[in-house]
């Protein structure tokens, strides 16, 4: 059902692809449609794919849509670079991967010179200072902005879009109102945007950072500005897919669970350790691997923070399997086949409905290597979590010790060396999400089979796919 009405969603659209230099991009548009061209940015860590409501929205309302991975990010082969504290380091790249993906948008069939900027997150600063540098943009959307190029008057017409709950970016937004008119508020449109000094700020109610983009207030809202600004006025019903995509993602879980049943039966699982032991061996890594990290060089990979990721993981479990070893409970690795089902469930299904309607999650050639890198730490990792929850048999507090245990262990990694691992903070997110979907799959599958290693195993796979395909690639100055 879910697929069936994303789908729907694209039904009477032109999607075709476009590349400019190594850049990837998507355009959406009407057939034969000619009108104003809005290029469209993801933000950290995202790609093109996570932009498509508004590029839909855009493109139902006669524009010329067009979406790109940014370096670093999704299909981008090239990897960010430049210094990530100066404007005229990483944010002037960027800025000009911007430049040149709207030089070839208007250069498309049935562009009629006109152009917008839309842009989320990170790419909030970015379009925000390629439309103060370019005076073709006669409109900029900026989602969940941050951006100190903002002035009373540049860029023009600026529509600011922020979840409910980003309060921090909201009292950003009502900063930016105050540079224009000290006492204006949101919900308020200030100046006029057929004139070119339009402002606004607008909040989309109940969503955060992430879901503002499916917000049917966000879409509505830039496609009216977007009108405003350039005279239009179509106006078709916005389609919802926020609540599709949810249901996609529960239907690809779910769908884990008959096919775990149909597993063939056998092994003979995991051995219970005694509480107190249980709770030493889970427990000692969570303070061990930040404190014994914490002094070491760990950048050996062209990816943020992934590096000490991986080395985090993989010292995590060899503590793990060390200790099971020791108290003679690693046993032997069987029914590797198990590996190859969890690992093929979770790239092939769930990780391609994702990579069809969510996020990237295909590498390119140059991640391949750095997925293979993260499994070396990801698999003993995951095997280690396996054994110890018993394949999915353990009490479920067990596995909350295990996980939560984990995910602290980052966080004191974090607070130990902020400014090298600050990037951590937006894995953890995946991290939990990870822990939550497929240690739910990873258990279903441990239960009917008894092979919990090689559970482990085929979880670790699929870890390492997922952290690879995320993580922006970059290469320091």
Do not use: K
């Not at 032109?14 to 933000?43: E, F, M, N």
């Amino acid at each position: 059902m879910s697929v069936w009405q994303l789908q729907a969603g694209r039904a009477g659209l032109v999607v075709a692809p476009l590349t400019v230099g190594t850049i990837p991009a998507t355009v959406h548009r009407l057939p034969d449609t000619t009108g104003p061209v809005v290029v469209i940015a993801h933000g950290f860590a995202g790609s093109r794919q996570l932009m498509e409501p508004f590029a839909l929205t855009l493109a139902r309302a006669g524009y010329i849509a067009v979406s790109f991975d940014f370096q670093g990010h999704g299909r981008n082969p090239a990897p960010m670079s430049g210094d990530v504290t100066r404007i005229d380091g990483t944010t002037r790249l960027l800025i000009d991967e911007t430049l040149a993906v709207a030089e070839a948008a208007l250069a498309l069939p049935g562009a009629d010179g006109r152009l917008a900027l839309l842009g989320h997150s990170m790419a909030s600063d970015i379009v925000v200072r390629a439309a103060v540098e370019d005076a073709r943009v006669g409109a900029t959307v900026a989602v969940s902005m941050f951006s100190q190029a903002v002035t009373a008057t540049d860029p023009p017409n600026l529509l600011v879009i922020n979840g409910e709950w980003e309060g921090a970016l909201r009292a950003e937004a009502r900063r930016v109102l105050a540079l224009t008119e000290a006492d204006a508020s949101e919900g308020q449109t200030l100046g006029d945007p057929a004139l070119g000094t339009g402002r606004r700020a607008v909040a989309a109610p109940s969503v955060e950072h992430v879901g503002v983009l499916y917000s049917q207030t966000s879409l509505r809202e830039a496609r009216d500005w977007l009108n405003a600004a350039f005279g239009r006025d179509a106006a078709p019903p916005v389609q919802p897919r926020g609540g599709w995509i949810a249901l996609l993602l529960v239907g690809a879980v779910a769908l884990g669970w008959p096919l775990a049943r149909a597993l063939p039966l056998g092994g003979p699982g995991a051995p219970r350790l005694p509480v107190r032991t249980f709770l030493l061996l889970a427990l000692v890594p969570v303070v061990a691997v930040p404190l014994i990290l914490w002094p070491l060089p760990t950048r050996f990979l062209p990816v943020l923070v992934a590096d000490y990721l991986a080395l985090h993981f993989a010292l995590y479990g060899a503590i793990w399997l060390a200790g099971l070893w020791w108290l003679g409970a690693l046993g032997r690795v069987t029914g590797l086949w198990v590996a190859l089902a969890v690992a093929g469930f979770g790239i092939g299904v769930f990780g391609m409905a994702l990579n069809e309607y969510v996020a990237n999650f295909i590498p390119h050639a140059g991640r391949v290597w750095v997925i293979a890198a993260m499994a070396l730490g990801a698999v003993p990792c995951m095997m280690g979590d396996a054994l110890l929850a018993e394949g999915g048999r353990a009490p479920v507090w067990r596995v909350l010790v295990l996980r939560t245990g984990f995910l602290v262990s980052l966080a004191l990694a974090v607070a130990l060396d902020f400014e090298r691992l600050f990037f951590l903070l937006i894995i953890l997110p995946v991290v939990l999400l990870f822990f939550l979907l497929f240690g739910m799959i990873g258990g279903w599958a441990g239960r009917q089979t008894g092979h919990p290693a090689a559970t482990g195993i085929g979880l670790g796979l699929v870890l390492a796919w997922s952290l690879g395909v995320t993580f922006p690639m970059f290469v320091a100055p």
